[in-house]
Structure formats: structure tokens, C-alpha cells
């Protein structure tokens, strides 16, 4: 069930239009939580305007019971696969419960006394991006309590496209649940409708589902995020890399954690055709113990690349795995065990390891994402790209 509106169509008269997200339209959502006991799932992107969801909630004298955290934590403080302790807000003194870590999925015990959960986080729309796995396991815990779930929705910045191999679900894990590609061009609140329209959400009961849209965007509209969705990401050319770089972490290659602008380069000691100089170090809530810190990396600067490029090619960039796997001196250790996990396959890494040429690799891709595409528009709350 959805709360339906009118969204306003996107054309070059009206592009600078204010984006207006879910969170902001509380005149939709309000009369809901009346006399309702609230949990949250946060963090430091869930604004309205410059003030958290959770402290607009509280100042409306709205009962939350508590707050869960994801990875980064409530207010974005923790860099990415740091534990994340559960604790109390210094703000607001409500309970913060962490869903990082060990524990990925509310209990029973943490949902008891809570009659409404509300979930407002902006992704980055990448498969491996946590949150949408955050999403899930929420979705499931609330079905099996009998709670309602409210997806405040926000946009996609990466919402334009749909790209690279879909998970073969044999390699499913917390960076890729679902049979979905890498680039999924879904907002949070149509991936909620695609998991329980497509029955990926595991309980014995059915998810009771509420979503509110966003107002001026749709799936051709570029969107600026107004405050970093992690730590790693800081900025635009950071999101539109993120989706082909992330491949990386499961490499001997950096992709500049502990610098300045991670996600935005490429390298590692020793790299003769990179130009671009790098040294990675421990920065607290961001990168600690970075791969190779305090080691001079050489590699490609790609930060002009991410936003003059990236921002409208509406494809993964798969061009510098293929060069720097052919690059690298010691073959046998370019690749993780974290490559294929991230990829969904184990194919992708046999594909580049036997230099298939990178048509035929997106060629290997194209049968799988015309089904998911077909299966996308079941779902889209708002007008496509196509």
C-alpha cells in the first residue's frame, strides 16, 4: 500500500524545481504516528532541511522508542566495516541501537513496545551499497512482529541507468542479497516494493508496506546530494565513481581510502603507467589502517572523470579492472576473495583473468538485465529514464 500524490513531470522549464524528499512532507506522514510508539532507522542523511528526521520528530512530541543505527552509524561518524556500538543519542538521550556488525537485524527484544518503524536513508543506488541490505533485514524483522514500515523515500543519484552482472544467488552476503545488477536504478521505496513483490522478504507474514514519494525528481533527473551518505563518499564525483571503483576493494589496487578524496582515485606502490601520486593515511571516522598506509600509491586521478563523465554515461566503467589486472606484476595475487562477493559472480573475475574483450563481458551481462528491467517496471514510482 502507498500513500499516492502527484508528481510533477521533469522538463528543461522546470529542472530547477526544488527537489523535494519524503522527510520533507511531513503533512503525508504526521497523522500516522499519532499516538504511536516509534523506531527509527537513521542517519546523518535523513534531514529535513538542515534538521534530523529524528530530532524533527522529537521536537513534534512524536514517542520514539529508539533509533537504529547503520553502517557509519546515526550520526555518520564510523568509516566503513567499523563496529558500531549501540548506545544513547547525546542529543536527544533516545536509544540507539546498532545494526552493524554481528548484529545486522532487529530482534524481537529490540522491536518489543515498538508499534511503527519508520526508515529514511539515502542510498547511492549500488547493489553492494549496505543500506538497501539494511532495508531487508528490517523489512523482515517488523513482518515477523507484526509492525508497519513507513520508506520515507529520496532519490537515486545514481537512479539514470541500470548496469553490470546480476547476482547469481549462490554468492549472496550482506553487499548483495538479491538477484539484482549492480546498478539496480531503484529508489529505496520501489527496491521495498520489488522485495516484497518478488518475495525476497523471508518471514511467515506479509511486510505491511507504506512509502512516501519524492516531489520534482524522476529517474532522468541528476540529483545532488545535499550532506555525504558515508564517510568514503564525499562528494558527487565520489557517488558516480563509487558504483565502478567499489570492484577495486576486492583488488591489491586502492581506491584512495585515507586521502582526501576517496572513490576518486586508482593505485597502489610500485604502479609504472600512473602518473597521479597518493599516500594513504589513518583518518579517524573515515580510514583506519587504510591498504597501504603510509606508502607513496601511483595511479589515476579520477575526480574530473567522475563528474564531467560518469555523471551522464549511464554505464559501469569496467575499462580500468580490465588495464590494471593487465598492468599488474603478480597476477595471481591482483584479485581477493572479496572480488566475487562483490561482484555477485564468480564469472566477471574469470572473465578478465582470461582477457575476454570488454564487449563481450557487458555482452554476457545484457540477457539478465533486459529480465531484471522488465521486473524493474513492475515497481517504479516514478517516471523511467528510458
Known amino acids: 500500500m502507498g500513500i499516492s500524490l502527484l508528481i510533477l513531470a521533469s522538463t528543461e522549464s522546470d529542472c530547477q524545481v526544488r527537489i523535494i524528499t519524503a522527510a520533507e512532507r511531513t503533512t503525508e506522514y504526521f497523522p500516522m504516528l499519532k499516538g504511536k510508539h516509534i523506531a527509527v532507522v537513521a542517519n546523518q542523511t535523513s534531514l529535513i532541511g538542515k534538521t534530523h528526521l529524528v530530532d524533527s520528530l522529537n521536537n513534534s512530541g512524536f514517542d520514539i522508542q529508539c533509533v537504529f543505527a547503520p553502517e557509519h552509524g546515526f550520526r555518520g561518524e564510523a568509516e566503513a566495516g567499523e563496529h558500531v556500538s549501540s548506545s544513547r543519542d547525546k542529543k536527544t538521550g533516545i536509544p540507539v541501537i546498532s545494526l552493524y556488525g554481528k548484529h545486522k537485524k532487529p530482534t524481537y527484544e529490540d522491536l518489543k513496545g515498538i508499534d511503527f518503524l519508520i526508515f529514511d536513508i539515502q542510498d547511492v543506488g549500488a547493489r553492494f551499497y549496505t543500506y538497501i541490505s539494511t532495508l531487508q533485514y528490517v523489512m523482515e524483522a517488523c513482518a515477523d512482529a507484526g509492525i508497519p514500515v513507513l520508506v520515507l523515500d529520496r532519490p537515486n543519484p545514481n537512479g539514470f541507468y541500470v548496469d553490470g552482472p546480476v547476482l547469481d544467488t549462490a554468492f549472496s552476503s550482506f553487499v548483495g542479497m538479491n538477484p539484482i545488477p549492480v546498478i539496480h536504478g531503484l529508489t529505496m521505496a520501489e527496491y521495498a516494493l520489488m522485495m516484497k513483490g518478488e518475495g525476497w522478504i523471508k518471514s511467515i507474514k506479509k511486510c505491511e508496506l507504506y512509502y512516501v ?174
Request: glycine share 6%.
Open 213 to 386: 514519494k519524492v516531489v520534482n525528481w524522476n529517474h532522468k533527473v541528476l540529483y545532488d546530494l545535499p550532506v555525504p551518505p558515508s564517510p568514503n563518499l564525499p562528494n558527487m564525483s565520489s557517488i558516480y565513481l563509487y558504483p565502478s571503483l567499489c570492484f577495486f576493494e576486492g583488488t591489491d589496487i586502492s581506491v584512495g581510502r585515507g586521502t582526501a578524496f576517496p572513490f576518486q582515485v586508482i593505485g597502489k606502490p610500485g604502479l609504472t603507467k600512473g602518473s597521479f601520486k597518493f599516500t594513504p593515511k589513518s583518518i579517524t571516522g573515515k580510514a583506519v589502517k587504510p591498504l597501504y598506509e603510509n606508502e607513496i600509491c601511483s595511479g589515476y586521478d579520477l575526480r574530473e572523470f567522475g563528474t564531467s563523465y560518469m555523471s551522464n554515461a549511464g554505464l559501469l566503467y569496467i575499462y580500468w579492472l580490465i588495464e590494471l589486472y593487465n598492468q599488474s606484476d603478480n597476477k595471481d595475487r591482483f584479485f581477493n576473495n572479496f572480488f566475487d562477493t562483490l561482484a555477485g559472480t564468480d564469472k566477471f573475475r574469470k572473465q578478465i583473468i582470461s582477457k575476454t574483450p570488454e564487449e563481450e563481458i557487458r555482452n554476457s551481462w545484457q540477457k539478465d538485465l533486459e529480465d531484471f528491467k522488465i521486473k524493474r517496471r513492475k515497481y517504479l514510482l516514478y517516471e523511467d529514464y528510458e
